[in-house]
């Protein structure tokens, strides 16, 4: 498909020649570089409650968002119209970060390739409404079937299709259609004596309805959020102090987005602000462990064809055999840092400035049966559900939520325990990680990432893996 | 009513385009915004953003039924599109007895000026905010010679309107502005690196504290951090520094809005009228108190902003509701009513605040034998539903009444229901930084995680 075809050209009537002179504009009082990125995003969210649909709502977003990089210096402006004379201020707003001379833009824009890791011919948005309404009312059916516990179910589908445009002063004119769906099913229980819990699953990414008709059924969903709502019925007091867990594989992936992903963005290495700042061939995990960032697997939630500023996603690794190797850059970085790019410079939407971001971080699987990693365990925890995590990047010290917990007693799983905050540092927790499990598994596609007021989709994964020393937040 | 200005003019537009088509109720926002963000770093600019943008959103209903659609198309076919688009939703959503939109009656605006907006915002020069940020990050980095590097200073402006209108012939908007000035230095210290941050926000720039003093205050909270290391794992008495003190009022506000509690999703849910907190504990909500950032003329349905006792000297006292989640419970609307420009409104709160107690925080720290002195927490590890907490945590700890080595790499555990009962002493030192606020708390005992 060729420019004239895009949105862009077709809906907007935008060609290379006004790309050209808005490229041109915004290098007006110099600068290295300017990039122009537009963005077009067509959004459905449907939501039940008590089995009534009671929320359905449709919106179109759009703006093109223009910046300017002189130095270490960016400029940026952006404007939800995209007329010629809005577009041209926003661009002379961006330029106004730059003095001096100006990088001669290259003359001419040269269409770009790009991967095509989500073909999805027939897009959520393209579907009926019914047949998205029929999702969640299926979850919703299946929910309150599952146990005579469960008395509330709340079940939500959100799709969208985002279209962007990037243009940039080195001569790249690149295109992209990104679809993105999710469903989402949450189950209250309460048992005789009046205790309420709630159970959550959900999941999707770069996927059609058919990727929830085919086998992610609403009806997994349901009774996946039913089982962990009657788990949490039973669960004690989680254990406290350092102690050994074992992570189950998937979601518990949000270890490695804590642990070492966020450490590993060029911008805070560049600024030497992070606890992994100048580790590159050191040991900071076990040599058992091999992390991957990938942001060209197909389909995935943190997937894309081009990364925000238009460059190609591709498979990095970060840590090989536990040595460090690599940051996750983004344009600005690997100029100042005079590595390659990565494909990891993300955005929100138009109206923020790209850094560098995490697509799909996952370890590499190991050799060793998750059963005998659970069995090599005298006393400990093994943690499978995990709610969110953070980091304070400087001190390399990070937190992630368990959700559901077993103790784990002679090496077998034994009582179900309540939430509890793991918590560790960095560079360090990773090296306590004596066993690696041969089941890796990707997480369902629930994953939202936030940096500097930023949400960006990302998905993790991992094998089962034991940890000989993290320390546990119970209450017990 | 008569538009009075071009944002109100939009408003009622939606709405006559919504009833046009035959909505027998509709509701419609616009929002409009302008920002303008500079972030230096060691002395350079590193980024300058500036830009402006507006969105709209109608929520109609046919009977019972609901549909919602937004756009930033703010074009008459823009805006029809977006009214022909929630038509269609509402016929595929099913009918809910209690949808709806507030009682005629309710409806209303505030009087008065409650200085929300200044022009002094909007009159301050790019070059001055860049020099704000640079003086600010110059005090944090001269303040020791520890501190040798930082994230930068930013300085960021804001200015908007809110329009909203509805079907009962509800007309109303304002405008409002906010500045905010922030730090985070960075220090090397033997076993590592350490930042903090300290931050001021004003919706005039008047109010906002010097860009000096909040390096210096950056500096300070950050120097005590050098050398922190774990503690053992116990359980002992908890101090939370108004902070993260803040949070505590945060989760009680998540477990008292009326989604939560008609949906029992909510360990405060059905104890109105009991003791939920220590005797003396009282929590308000209050957006009427001008020039604050939880207040405004009316809610996001129309309705008149007020004050809202929450927890009154230690008893459940009221849930904060819109008029959806009042019906639900066969209630009145607290005027909570909380959206973006579209949709079925949430909850929202005003200043949300527990009232201060007599007691300096230095009293209270050396009220203290053996405990924790909490400057941060980390981590989403709340649930409302049962109110088990566990959370990241870093500090000082106390020994004998006095803040000595500062700690981190640990957690604070417990419950919510629990913690409310145990706080055992409130400082004197409520500030309001934001719309959320909190003096110094005691929690009388915690479980900390650590080696």
Known sequence: MGFSDSLYARKFGLTPRDLERYLAEALSRGGDYADLYFEYVESTSLSLDESIVKSATQGVTLGVGIRVLSGERTGYAYSGDLSPERVLKAARTAACIAAGPSTVLKSGLDESGRLDLYPVPVPAADCSLAERVALITRADTAARAADSKVFQVMASFADSIKQILIATSDGRLVWDRQPMARLNVTALARAADGRVEHGYQGGGGRVGLDHFTSQNLPEKFAAEAVRQALVQLDAEPAPAGEMTVVLGPGWPGILLHEAVGHGLEADFNRKNVSAFSGRIGQLVASPLCTVIDDGAMASRRGSLNVDDEGTPTQQNVLIENGVLRGYLQDKLSSRLLGSATTGNGRREDYQNIPMPRMTNTYMMAGESDPDEIVRSVPNGLYCTTFGGGQVDITSGNFVFSATESYLIENGKLTRPVRGATLIGNGPEAMKFISMVGNDLRLDEGVGICGKEGQSVPVGVGIPTVKIDKITVGGNA | ?451
């Not at chain 2, 944002?7 to 035959?22: D, H, S």
């Not at chain 2, 941050?197 to 010097?210: C, G, N, P, Q």
């Not at chain 2, 909490?374 to 959370?391: A, F, K, M, P, W």
């Not at chain 2, 309001?432 to 003096?439: L, Q």
Request: glycine share 12%; net charge negative.
């Open chain 2, 1 to 451: 009513m008569t538009p009075r200005n071009p944002q109100e003019e939009i408003a009622a537009r939606i709405v006559a385009l919504a009833q046009a088509r035959g909505a027998t109720a509709s509701e419609a926002t616009l929002a409009e915004g302008d920002e303008f963000e500079v972030n230096v770093r060691l002395g350079e600019v590193e980024t300058l953003k500036e830009a402006g943008s507006r969105a709209a959103g109608v929520r109609l209903l046919f009977g019972q039924r609901v549909g919602s659609a937004y756009t930033s198309d703010l074009s008459e076919e823009g805006l029809a599109r977006m009214v022909a688009s929630a038509a269609g939703l509402a016929q595929i959503s099913t009918e809910d007895p209690f949808a709806g939109l507030p009682d005629e009656a309710e409806l209303g605006s505030l009087p008065g000026d409650l200085l929300l907006y200044s022009s002094s915002v909007e009159n301050l020069e790019a070059a001055y905010k860049i020099e704000q940020a640079r003086a600010c990050e110059a005090a944090a980095l001269a303040a020791d010679p520890r501190i040798t590097n930082s994230e930068g200073a930013g300085f960021g402006s804001n200015t908007g309107w809110r329009a909203f209108a509805n079907s009962l012939g509800f007309l109303g908007s304002y405008r409002s502005s906010s500045c905010s000035l922030s730090v985070v230095p960075v220090a090397a210290s033997g076993d590592g690196l350490q930042r903090d941050y300290w931050y001021s926000t004003a919706r005039s720039h008047d109010k906002l504290e010097a860009p000096e003093y909040i390096g210096k205050k950056a500096a300070e909270r950050l120097l005590r951090r050098l050398g922190a290391r774990k503690a053992a794992t116990q359980k002992v008495p908890v101090i939370l520094d108004p902070i993260v003190a803040r949070s505590m009022v945060g989760h009680v506000f998540s477990a008292v809005t009326g989604e939560a509690v008609w949906q029992k999703a909510s360990f405060l849910a059905g104890l109105l009228g009991e003791r939920i907190a220590a005797p003396g504990i009282t929590i308000l909500d209050d957006a009427t108190m001008p020039g604050l950032f939880g207040t405004s003329p009316f809610d996001d349905e129309g309705v008149p902003s007020r004050c809202t006792p929450v927890v009154e000297d230690g008893y459940l006292r009221n849930y904060l509701l819109n008029s959806y989640t009042a019906r639900k419970l066969g209630m009145k609307t607290t005027g909570n009513a909380s959206r973006g420009v579209t949709g079925n409104a949430g909850t929202g709160h005003g200043t949300l605040y527990l009232q201060p107690g007599e007691q300096t925080p230095e009293q209270i720290i050396s009220s203290v034998k053996n405990g924790l002195y909490v400057t941060e927490l980390l981590g989403s590890g709340v649930n409302i539903v049962n109110g088990d907490y566990s959370r990241g945590a870093a500090g000082l700890w106390i020994e004998n009444g006095q803040l000595t080595w500062p700690v981190h790499e640990i957690t604070i555990s417990g419950n919510l229901r629990r913690m409310l009962e145990q706080i055992e002493a409130v400082g004197n030192d409520l500030e309001f930084r934001g719309s959320v606020a909190c003096p110094t708390l005691l929690i009388g005992e915690m479980t900390v995680s650590g080696h």
